[in-house]
């Protein structure tokens, strides 16, 4: 099952924190992103895609030494819509931040310094979607579907998040 159809199943299921209006925020932030910059909108969904595939290595470091629970945490704690230096000092050290900037970078076209300083927003916006399968009633808990989806993919390099971003904006109907 891909990455956004466990969303969609997070949305759906009222024991999960997902909700059209948390999709919602991510997609306007991703809107108004794009529009400040004047990047085109695809553009900065591949950029989320591929800062995803970072993500989620770091992500799964924090699993492999620390526990789900660990990576469920980072996950709560820096999830959202505004920008978070600390959730990008959280997952990357500050050469890594710059390897990624720079892997965006070449296979966008848009600016490593622009990517750079755009990555305190992007990263808390790709935990926000991981956030969507977090139990409502107790966040903490390894239950988040979403999170275990991504975490557990085929390690093919290909990351779900910019798929799943294109088909909520036409789930949502912008």
Do not use: W
């Not at 199943?9 to 794009?34: E, K, R």
């Not at 050469?95 to 750079?116: D, F, H, S």
């Amino acid at each position: 099952m891909g990455l956004f159809d466990q969303i969609i199943n997070a949305i759906d299921n009222p024991n999960q924190q997902g909700s059209t209006s948390q999709l919602g925020d991510i997609l306007n932030t991703v809107q108004q992103l794009s529009n400040n910059t004047g990047t085109n909108p695809s553009t900065m969904q591949s950029a989320l895609g591929i800062l995803g595939g970072y993500v989620r290595s770091a992500l799964r470091e924090k699993q492999a030494n620390y526990g789900n629970q660990e990576a469920q945490a980072l996950v709560n704690q820096y999830s959202g819509t505004s920008p978070n230096p600390q959730a990008v000092n959280t997952l990357f050290s500050p050469m890594m931040q710059q390897q990624v900037a720079e892997a965006i970078a070449q296979r966008t076209g848009l600016n490593a310094g622009l990517i750079q300083q755009l990555l305190p927003l992007l990263v808390p916006l790709v935990l926000n979607f991981l956030r969507t399968g977090a139990n409502a009633q107790n966040p903490q808990t390894g239950g988040n579907s979403v999170l275990n989806s991504f975490l557990d993919a085929d390690r093919d390099g290909d990351v779900d998040i910019a798929d799943a971003m294109q088909t909520a904006f036409r789930y949502l109907g912008r």
